[in-house]
C-alpha cells in the first residue's frame, strides 16, 4: 500500500512540473503570458491594445493635419510677402514724379502680383485636396479637431486703394491665426495621445508580454525537475520490482 501511495505522489509531481514547463514553453512561443484559461485578463489586454490602436491612428491623422497645415502656412507665408510687395507698390504709385507710362507699369506689376496670390491659394493642396475656403475636421479617436482656412479675397485689391490693402492685410493675419491655432490643438493632442498610448502599452505590456528570458529559464528549470522526477520514478519502480522478485523466491 505503501508502495502504491510513493508512485501516485511523484506521479503528480511529474505531471505538476510537466505542466509548468508546457505552461512557459507556449509563452515563449506565442510571447504572450495570458492563458485561453483567463478571460477577464485576455479580455483586459484585448481593450488595452484596442485602445492603443484607436490613439496610433489618431496620431497619424493628427499627424498628417498638421502637414496639411503646414503647407497652407507656408502658402501663406508666400501671400504676406507679395503684399508688401503690392503695399509698396500702392506707396510708389502715389509720387506726384511718375508720369503715365510709369504708373501703367506700376499697376501692370501690381495685377501680376494679385494673379500669383490667387495662384498661390488655388495650387495649394494635400493629397489632392484644395487647402483655402476650405473647412477640416480630424478624428483623432475619443475626440475631433476642427480647422477653417479661410480663402484671401483678393477681388477688392487696387493700385490706390490703401484701405482694401488694409483689409487684405488683416483677412491674412486672421488666415495665420486660424492656421497657427489649429496646428497647436493638434500638436498639443499629439504629445497627449502619444502619452497616453505610451502608458496604455505599458500596461498591456506587464499584463500580456511575456519576459521571454526569464521564461525560458522557468522552463529549463521545470523540464530538469520533471527529468529528474521520472528518473526517480524509474528507479523507485525497479528497487520495487526487485523487492518483489525476492519475496517470490
Known amino acids: 500500500m505503501q508502495i502504491n501511495t510513493s508512485q501516485s505522489s511523484a506521479l503528480s509531481y511529474i505531471n505538476?512540473?510537466?505542466?509548468?514547463?508546457?505552461?512557459?514553453?507556449?509563452?515563449i512561443s506565442s510571447g504572450s503570458q495570458i492563458s485561453?484559461?483567463?478571460?477577464?485578463?485576455?479580455?483586459?489586454?484585448?481593450?488595452?491594445?484596442?485602445?492603443?490602436?484607436?490613439m496610433?491612428?489618431?496620431?497619424?491623422?493628427?499627424?498628417?493635419?498638421?502637414?496639411?497645415l503646414q503647407i497652407a502656412d507656408g502658402t501663406l507665408q508666400n501671400i504676406s510677402k507679395m503684399a508688401t510687395d503690392l503695399e509698396a507698390l500702392n506707396v510708389r504709385a502715389n509720387s506726384a514724379a511718375l508720369n503715365n507710362d510709369q504708373?501703367?507699369?506700376?499697376q501692370s506689376e501690381f495685377n501680376a502680383q494679385v494673379k500669383v496670390i490667387n495662384d498661390?491659394?488655388?495650387?495649394?493642396?494635400?493629397?489632392?485636396?484644395?487647402?483655402?475656403?476650405?473647412?477640416?475636421?480630424?478624428?483623432?479617436?475619443?475626440?475631433?479637431?476642427?480647422?477653417?482656412?479661410?480663402k484671401l479675397d483678393t477681388s477688392k485689391l487696387e493700385l490706390g486703394n490703401s484701405d482694401a490693402l488694409k483689409e487684405f492685410r488683416d483677412a491674412l493675419n486672421n488666415a495665420?491665426?486660424?492656421?497657427?491655432?489649429?496646428?497647436?490643438?493638434?500638436?498639443?493632442?499629439?504629445?497627449?495621445?502619444?502619452?497616453?498610448?505610451?502608458?496604455?502599452?505599458?500596461?498591456y505590456s506587464q499584463m500580456a508580454d511575456?519576459?521571454?528570458?526569464?521564461s525560458v529559464s522557468n522552463f529549463q528549470q521545470e523540464n530538469l525537475l520533471t527529468q529528474t522526477s521520472?528518473?526517480?520514478?524509474?528507479?523507485?519502480s525497479n528497487i520495487n520490482k526487485n523487492r518483489v522478485m525476492a519475496l517470490l523466491q
Do not use: C, W
Open 16 to 27: 505538476t512540473h510537466k505542466k509548468e514547463s508546457e505552461k512557459e514553453l507556449n509563452k
Open 36 to 54: 485561453n484559461t483567463d478571460p477577464a485578463m485576455m479580455q483586459i489586454a484585448q481593450v488595452l491594445m484596442s485602445d492603443a490602436t484607436i
Open 56 to 68: 496610433g491612428q489618431g496620431i497619424q491623422n493628427a499627424n498628417e493635419s498638421v502637414a496639411m
Open 103 to 106: 504708373k501703367a507699369m506700376l
Open 120 to 150: 498661390a491659394m488655388s495650387q495649394a493642396s494635400y493629397n489632392g485636396q484644395s487647402l483655402f475656403g476650405k473647412s477640416f475636421t480630424t478624428s483623432l479617436g475619443s475626440s475631433e479637431i476642427s480647422v477653417n482656412i479661410p
Open 176 to 203: 495665420f491665426s486660424e492656421i497657427g491655432s489649429g496646428m497647436n490643438a493638434y500638436k498639443n493632442s499629439i504629445d497627449s495621445l502619444l502619452t497616453n498610448r505610451t502608458n496604455t502599452l505599458s500596461a
Open 210 to 214: 511575456t519576459d521571454i528570458a526569464q
Open 230 to 236: 521520472m528518473f526517480a520514478q524509474a528507479q523507485q
